[in-house]
C-alpha cells in the first residue's frame, strides 16, 4: 500500500481559527483516486516544528502533500522549512518571478517586495505550476517520501491537486483501482438501531459497512475493493431492504439536486414560503438549479394546520406554479409545514420531543422534512412520515 499522507500549516488552522476545508477535499479526492490517506498532521507557524516533522514524516510516508505557508509574509515557513530539512538552500527561481510581475501588471498593480519571497523554492525541488495565484508550488524527494508544496488558498490547491500533483503521482507510481463505495442516505432513524439491523448481514471479506452521522442524516457506506463490485452489489438490496422508506438518496448528489432533476423532468414548478427555517430550504433549492417563484420569507406569525395548508394553496394560486411548500412559525415545541400539489394540499403539525438542539440544527432538520414531504408525494407515497425524535400531531388534506 503506498501511504499517503497530508500536513497542513498555519496557526490558524491548528488554533481552529479557520475550517480546514483543504484537507476534507483532499481526503475525499485522494479517496476516489484509489489513494486513501493514511495519516493527515497539523503544524502551527513554527519553522521548528515544520522541519521536525518533515524529517519524522519522509522516514514514514512515501507522499506527502503540505498545505499552506508559502505566502509573502514572515509567518509563511513551508519553503524554508523544506529547504532546512533537505539541507539546501532556498534559490529564487526566475521564471516564477516573472510570472509573478506580469501576474500584478495584467490586474493593474505593482508587485510588492515581499512577493518575490513567492519564487523561492529549494535548490533540490521541481517547481509545481500554480496557474490560479502566485504563490509558487513545488516538490522533493526527502528520504523515501516525495513531497508537495501547495498554498493553503482553495481553489489554488485543489487545481493544483488535480492539474499537477495527481499526473505525477500516476506517472510515478503504479495506482490501485479505486475503491467501490456504494452510499445511501437516510433521515428519521438514529445510527444505534440501523447499526442493529444491519450488524446480521454477511458481508464479503475485505468489504466493511461504515455510517456517517451528521445531524439530521445517517449515511451508510459500503466499501471494498473494486474487484468485489459484483458481490458488493449482490448484499446491497439488504442494505436497501433494511433502510426502508427513511432513504432519502442515494449516492452523493444530496436531495435537493435529486428533487431538481425530478421537478425538472416532470415540469413541475414550485414556490417556497418559510418562518422558522429563515430561507434555508430556498437557498438549498436554488443551489440546486431550482428558481422557486415569487418566494419568500415572513415574519414568525400564528397560524393553525389548516390556515398553513389554505396559505400554500393560495401561494401556488399566486405564482402560477404547480407546487407550494411551506413552513410555518415554532409554536413552542410543535411547527406547522404545508405542501400543495395538482392533487390536493397537504399539511403535518408535529411536535419536537428534545430541545437539546442549537436554533441552526433544528432549521436543518425542518428544511429536510419540508423536502421530504415534497420526495414523498413524487413518490406517490403519503407525505407523512416519523422522523425519529419528531413526531406528526396532527394532518390535514384538503
Known amino acids: ?44 507557524d513554527s519553522l521548528d516544528d515544520l522541519v521536525s516533522v518533515l524529517k519524522e514524516r519522509s522516514e514514514q510516508a512515501d507522499i506527502l502533500i503540505v498545505n499552506g505557508g508559502l505566502g509573502p509574509t514572515s509567518d509563511d515557513l513551508s519553503a524554508l522549512a523544506a529547504a532546512t530539512a533537505a539541507g539546501v538552500e532556498l534559490i ?47 516538490a522533493l524527494q526527502l528520504n523515501r517520501c516525495l513531497m508537495f508544496f501547495t498554498p493553503g488558498v482553495p481553489s489554488e490547491f485543489k487545481v493544483m491537486v488535480e492539474k499537477q500533483i495527481m499526473p505525477r503521482l500516476r506517472e510515478r507510481f503504479t495506482l490501485p483501482e479505486p475503491p467501490v463505495c456504494l452510499r445511501l442516505t437516510t433521515f428519521g432513524r438514529s445510527e444505534s438501531e440501523l447499526a442493529q439491523s444491519l450488524e446480521p448481514l454477511t458481508l464479503p471479506a475485505g468489504v466493511v459497512m461504515g455510517y456517517r452521522s451528521s445531524m439530521p442524516i445517517i449515511e451508510l457506506k459500503l466499501t471494498g475493493p473494486a474487484s468485489l463490485r459484483k458481490e458488493m452489489e449482490a448484499v446491497w438490496p439488504q442494505v436497501q431492504r433494511v433502510a426502508g422508506e427513511s432513504v432519502i ?32 430550504l430556498c437557498l438549498q433549492l436554488c443551489g440546486a438549479g431550482v428558481q422557486p417563484g415569487d418566494s419568500g420569507v415572513l415574519s414568525p406569525v ?46 403535518l403539525c408535529v411536535k419536537f420531543n428534545v430541545n437539546r438542539h442549537g436554533l441552526r440544527t433544528r432549521q436543518e432538520v425542518c428544511a429536510m422534512m419540508a423536502l421530504n414531504m415534497l420526495r414523498r408525494w413524487l413518490n406517490g407515497w403519503d407525505v407523512a412520515a416519523e422522523h425519529g425524535w419528531i413526531n406528526i400531531v396532527e394532518a390535514v388534506e384538503i
Open 1 to 44: 500500500m503506498i501511504k499517503v499522507e497530508m500536513l497542513s500549516t498555519g496557526d490558524e488552522v491548528l488554533y481552529g481559527q479557520i475550517i480546514d476545508t483543504n484537507a476534507a477535499w483532499l481526503a475525499d479526492y485522494l479517496f476516489n483516486q484509489g489513494l486513501p490517506m493514511s495519516r493527515r498532521n497539523t503544524v502551527g
Open 92 to 138: 529564487e527561481h526566475k521564471e516564477w518571478l516573472t510570472y509573478m510581475e506580469t501576474f500584478f501588471s495584467e490586474r493593474g498593480r505593482v508587485m510588492a517586495p515581499s512577493n518575490r519571497k513567492q519564487a523561492q523554492i529549494p535548490a533540490n525541488s521541481e517547481m509545481v505550476d500554480n496557474p490560479v495565484g502566485t504563490a509558487c508550488g513545488f
Open 249 to 280: 438518496f442515494e449516492g452523493t448528489e444530496g436531495l435537493p439536486a435529486q428533487l431538481a432533476g425530478r421537478l425538472k423532468a416532470k415540469g413541475l414548478s414550485i414556490a417556497v414560503s418559510e418562518q422558522f427555517t429563515a430561507g434555508l
Open 302 to 347: 400564528s397560524e393553525s394546520l389548516s390556515e398553513i395548508a389554505s396559505r400554500a394553496k393560495g401561494l401556488a394560486a399566486q405564482t402560477g406554479c404547480d407546487l407550494a411548500l411551506v413552513v410555518g412559525s415554532m409554536q413552542g415545541d410543535r411547527l406547522n409545514f404545508a405542501l400543495h400539489t395538482p392533487t390536493g394540499t397537504h399539511g
